[in-house]
């Protein structure tokens, strides 16, 4: 694709895939500071509920070599390197987006609560990620501040994307979120139609990168923040 197609985020979002995952331990303290260091405006990562109702950061659903659950476990049985959701918005500065895939529908309440004692600018760096739209919708009216983004798959959009881009500008919905090889210029075009946002993740290498970016995506999640980052800042310069 040669045409250069706006983004409506000027830049787009750089969304560190679990911290800087290509380089450190993915969801640690480590991960995210590097992340911060290599420049992320954004930073990526998964919440579970624990048993003491704790907002805490990190993929699975289980741990350890007997794999018990996060929701069975207290903070103090949990590993030191994982941390809670409060704890990373404290460590990244002012400015840094946080892109929160709900893993555990317990967990979206107890962090709505969370986010309502903070400013609206802040809950407005908030992405909350789920793959169902309308449990979506049902949470938008506990909160008008956080970003909601639609995580799914075009096999998913039984009535076809417009009808999807329509639905979630009627729910408030802020974007939708699909994996990179999904994305093409009509299809971001047709989103951005409805004032949706359109991120793009598993963008892995500097050629997916710079695809994307052209297509006027609003954002992109990557393991590699030093080479996500890199293609932001030279796309910025070639669309100026």
């Known amino acids: 694709m040669s045409l250069r197609l706006p983004s409506r985020l000027n830049p787009p979002i750089g969304f560190a895939h679990r ?7 993915e969801n640690t ?22 048993a003491d109702g704790l907002l805490m950061l990190t993929h699975d659903r289980t741990i350890g070599l007997r794999r018990r659950p996060i929701a069975s476990l207290t903070r103090s049985e949990l590993p030191d390197t994982m941390i809670t ?15 929160i895939d709900i893993k555990d529908d317990a967990a979206m309440l107890p962090l709505l609560d969370w986010a309502g004692e903070l400013s609206p600018v802040t809950r407005n760096r908030l ?37 999807r881009a329509a639905q979630l500008a009627e729910a408030g919905i802020d974007a ?9 210029g009509g299809m971001v075009t047709l989103f951005h139609r409805f004032e949706r946002l359109c991120f793009g993740w598993d963008a892995q290498h500097r050629r997916i990168l710079d695809n994307l970016l052209r297509m006027g995506i609003d954002g992109v999640y990557s393991d590699h923040t030093d080479v996500m980052m890199e293609a932001i800042a030279e796309s910025a310069i070639k669309g100026s």
């Open 85 to 99: 959701l409060p704890e990373l918005l404290e460590r990244v500065p002012d400015g840094i987006d946080l892109s």
């Open 176 to 184: 939708v979120n699909l994996r990179q090889p999904e994305w093409t």
């Open 19 to 25: 911290g800087a995952k290509a380089h450190a331990p």
């Open 127 to 163: 992405y909350l990620c789920h793959p169902d739209w309308e449990k979506l919708a049902d949470w938008r009216s506990i909160d008008e501040h956080v970003r909601l983004v639609d995580s799914t798959a075009l096999k998913h959009m039984s009535d076809g994307p417009e009808r």
């Open 29 to 50: 303290p480590e991960a995210f500071d590097l992340a911060v260091r290599l420049g992320a405006t954004g930073i990526e990562s998964d919440v579970w509920l624990s």
